[in-house]
């Protein structure tokens, strides 16, 4: 028995962009039966132009579908009138995000994580729901008078300065925790890079772990951390969330505690997917450089790493990464499936970390 629910995705009209909402459908249980493509998402009104509009309309009530994806974050006002006009529930990308978040949330602190990011949504839209009662026009209110709209708004915040506290309490518990690591002297490896480049691949790899790889977006939600045997020394390596492009920030915010550990990593590997076409490769990483830089993680102890060099020819690769907006020479070529380019990987890991050890040894 199938429990998809079927939907009409409006998206931009480029491949990558259909894909990409394809997948973020699917990992929340949407069967996508028609998209719906337009180059600009961002009208007033409707998100779309109001011809499209009319004709989201048409297609909505001919395939019988129970929801709207609407792919970019739209304002209360607009999913009140796209929801008026089509007669179905509009999900925004923000909202898509979240309901997989919702879904694979399985610790207590990724479970607070995502409640924090439910509630900032709610939030962004409940001040503009408090000016339209105020201006007399209440979409989505369905009759709550302003003072109710002003209480409904307190509440959630709240809720929110009740979340972030219990957060704190866990970001505190990880500091214990980084200090204790401290002081056995291990130097840390984080793992980033976009949803599904092969991040968990890898961890698996270098530490004969079996955590849950697959093909679909958001897999990881929660961080490992396990410890690795190098030629010169022990190292850490964190495995954490992946990245995706047009995360608003309140919900890179609401993951703090878990992509907080970067910050204090002694080395980020920033995995790409080598297999990726030119544009889609150069946007992961642009998504993924933006992130880095807002949660505070220098340039200089990212080491790019290029993953699934066994989908495409070396010279492929590295022409594709010879055009990325970057002046970071050093880049490492692997397959974490296939284990190949593994050694020279470790070997670079161990002489960024351990580099001066070698040294000693090699001169004593
Ligand atoms: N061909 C090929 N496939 C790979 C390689 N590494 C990973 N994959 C596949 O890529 C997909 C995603 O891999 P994951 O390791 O789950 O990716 P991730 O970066 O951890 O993804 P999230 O947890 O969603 O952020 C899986 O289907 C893997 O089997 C590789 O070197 N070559
Ligand atoms: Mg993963």
């Given at each position: 028995?199938?429990?998809?629910?079927?939907?009409?995705?409006?998206?931009?009209?480029?491949?990558?962009?259909?894909?990409?909402?394809?997948?973020?459908?699917?990992?929340?249980?949407?069967?996508?039966?028609?998209?719906?493509?337009?180059?600009?998402?961002?009208?007033?009104?409707?998100?779309?132009?109001?011809?499209?509009?009319?004709?989201?309309?048409?297609?909505?009530?001919?395939?019988?579908?129970?929801?709207?994806?609407?792919?970019?974050s739209l304002k209360s006002v607009q999913i009140y009138n796209l929801a008026k006009l089509t007669g179905v529930e509009i999900i925004d990308r923000e909202k898509l995000i979240l309901e997989i978040f919702a879904k694979r949330a399985s610790s207590r602190e990724s479970k607070l994580q995502v409640r924090l990011a439910e509630l900032e949504y709610e939030m962004a839209r409940a001040k503009e729901k408090v000016r339209l009662a105020k201006l007399g026009e209440q979409p989505g209110f369905?009759?709550?008078?302003?003072?109710?709209?002003?209480?409904?708004?307190?509440?959630?915040?709240?809720?929110?300065?009740?979340?972030?506290?219990?957060?704190?309490?866990?970001?505190?518990?990880?500091?214990?925790?980084?200090?204790?690591?401290?002081?056995?002297?291990?130097?840390?490896?984080?793992?980033?890079?976009?949803?599904?480049?092969?991040?968990?691949?890898?961890?698996?790899?270098?530490?004969?772990?079996?955590?849950?790889?697959?093909?679909?977006?958001?897999?990881?939600?929660?961080?490992s951390t396990r410890s690795i045997t190098l030629p010169y020394g022990k190292a850490l390596?964190?495995?954490?969330?992946?990245?995706?492009?047009?995360?608003?920030?309140?919900?890179?915010?609401?993951?703090?505690?878990?992509?907080?550990?970067?910050?204090?990593?002694?080395?980020?590997?920033?995995l790409l997917d080598g297999s990726d076409p030119p544009a889609e490769l150069h946007r992961k990483y642009e998504s993924c450089t933006t992130v880095l830089s807002e949660i505070g993680v220098p340039v200089e102890k990212t080491l790019i790493v290029c993953n699934k060099s066994d989908l495409c020819s070396k010279e492929e690769i590295e022409e594709k990464i010879g055009a990325l907006p970057t002046n970071i020479s050093e880049v490492v070529f692997i397959s974490a499936k296939m284990g190949i380019g593994i050694k020279t990987l470790t070997d670079l890991i161990d002489a960024r970390l351990f580099g001066t050890r070698k040294l000693i040894k090699e001169a004593v």
């Open positions: 028995m199938s429990l998809l629910k079927r939907a009409i995705l409006v998206t931009y009209p480029y491949q990558f962009n259909i894909h990409e909402a394809k997948e973020l459908a699917k990992a929340a249980d949407y069967e996508v039966v028609e998209v719906v493509k337009q180059r600009y998402l961002m009208h007033s009104k409707y998100g779309l132009g109001s011809g499209k509009a009319e004709e989201l309309k048409r297609i909505v009530s001919e395939k019988g579908c129970n929801a709207v994806l609407f792919d970019e369905y009759g709550l008078g302003g003072y109710e709209v002003e209480v409904y708004y307190r509440a959630i915040k709240r809720m929110v300065a009740s979340i972030k506290e219990k957060l704190m309490k866990v970001r505190k518990h990880r500091a214990l925790y980084r200090q204790r690591r401290l002081k056995l002297g291990m130097p840390t490896i984080s793992l980033a890079g976009y949803t599904g480049a092969g991040k968990t691949t890898l961890f698996n790899l270098l530490t004969h772990e079996d955590k849950e790889v697959a093909d679909s977006v958001f897999t990881t939600l929660i961080t390596l964190s495995d954490t969330v992946g990245f995706i492009s047009r995360l608003p920030t309140y919900m890179i915010e609401a993951f703090k505690s878990t992509l907080e550990e970067m910050t204090y990593a002694n080395l980020v590997l920033l």
